[in-house]
C-alpha cells in the first residue's frame, strides 16, 4: 500500500513545488530514534528559554565541558539539573574528571533542533502539519525552508533564527523575502529566538525590504506587514508569539472583506 503523502507536501505539490528533503535528523542535537517519552520530555524543556541557551552552549562546547563552564545563562543548580536530564537520556556522556561531552559528533549548531521544535509547536499547539527542514524543487529560489505548516487550510512558512540580531544582516531578510515570494504562502514569519529588541537592528531590515508596505506593531516585539508576514521574537514566549502571529494573520480582516 502506497504511503500517504503528508498533508504539507501536498500542498506543496499543488502549487509546483517537489519536496526533495523534509524533517533530516543528522544535525538534530538528540539521538533521532529518541523514545516517544522523551521527546514529549525534550518538547516541554524546550519552551524554557534558558534550556534553549544552555543547549547552545552545550553545542558550542560540545568536545569537551564542565558545569562550569555553562554558567553564561543559567544557575549552577540549573545547569546541574539540565546535565544529569542529557545524561539520564543519553544525549551527552561523562568523559571523566567532570567533564562531559555531547554524543553526537555531526551536530554544529542549534538551528535544526530549533527548527524541529517550532515545528512541533505547529503540530501539538495548533494542531497543525509541519515540515521543519524543507528543500525544494520546482521553484525560482534556492535555500531551505525551516518550517511549512498548514494552518486552516493555508500555507504558512517560518524562517527560525538562533543567532542574536547582531549576527544578522540585511542579506539574511532578502533571502526571506525571495523565499516567501517564490512560494507564495498565506502567512510567513521571521522568528528569531532572542529576548532582546527587534525594533533596534532587524526592523529597519525590513522596513528597507518592505518599502511602500505598512507595517504595525503589533505587540511588544513584533510586528506585521499588512497581516501577511510576522517579526518576532521569543519574549515572553516562543509559543506564545507564534500564536499572537496567527491571531494577527486569520483575524485581519472584517466579517464582510
Not at 506543496?12 to 520530555?41: H, I, K, M, Q
Not at 504558512?156 to 540585511?170: C, F, H, L, T
Not at 542579506?171 to 528569531?192: C, G, N, Q, W, Y
Not at 528597507?208 to 507595517?215: A, D, M, Q, S, T
Amino acid at each position: 500500500m502506497k504511503e500517504r503523502e503528508h498533508p504539507v507536501a501536498s500542498m506543496l505539490r499543488r502549487r509546483g513545488f517537489e519536496v526533495l528533503l523534509s524533517n533530516p535528523t543528522e544535525y538534530l542535537f538528540f539521538p533521532p530514534d529518541l523514545e516517544s517519552a522523551f521527546e514529549d520530555e525534550l518538547y516541554e524543556m524546550l519552551k524554557k528559554y534558558s534550556f534553549r541557551l544552555f543547549i547552545r552552549e552545550v553545542i558550542k562546547n560540545r568536545r569537551s565541558f564542565r558545569a562550569g563552564d555553562l554558567l553564561k545563562y543559567s544557575t549552577l543548580e540549573w545547569v546541574e539539573r539540565y546535565l544529569r536530564f542529557l545524561l539520564d537520556r543519553g544525549v551527552i556522556d561523562e568523559a571523566g574528571g567532570g567533564t562531559y561531552r555531547l554524543k553526537s559528533e555531526a551536530v554544529f549548531s542549534f538551528g535544526d533542533t530549533l527548527e524541529w521544535f517550532v515545528a512541533n509547536i505547529f503540530e501539538r499547539e495548533f494542531s497543525s502539519p509541519a515540515l521543519w527542514g524543507v528543500r525544494l524543487g520546482g521553484g525560482s529560489v534556492g535555500g531551505d525552508y525551516d518550517v511549512v505548516a498548514e494552518v486552516e487550510g493555508e500555507l504558512v512558512y517560518v524562517e527560525v533564527k538562533s543567532s542574536p540580531p547582531k549576527n544578522i544582516e540585511e542579506t539574511e531578510v532578502l533571502a526571506f523575502m525571495s523565499r516567501a515570494l517564490d512560494l507564495k504562502p498565506s502567512l510567513a514569519i521571521f522568528l528569531e529566538d532572542t529576548r532582546l529588541r527587534m525594533k533596534d537592528k532587524i526592523m529597519p531590515f525590513f522596513e528597507k525590504v518592505l518599502e511602500g508596505r505598512h507595517i504595525d506593531r503589533v505587540q511588544d516585539e513584533t510586528f506585521s506587514a499588512e497581516g501577511r508576514v510576522f517579526i518576532t521574537n521569543s519574549a515572553p514566549g516562543l509559543v506564545a508569539n507564534l500564536a499572537l502571529c496567527l491571531k494577527g494573520h486569520l483575524r485581519r480582516r472584517g466579517f464582510w472583506d
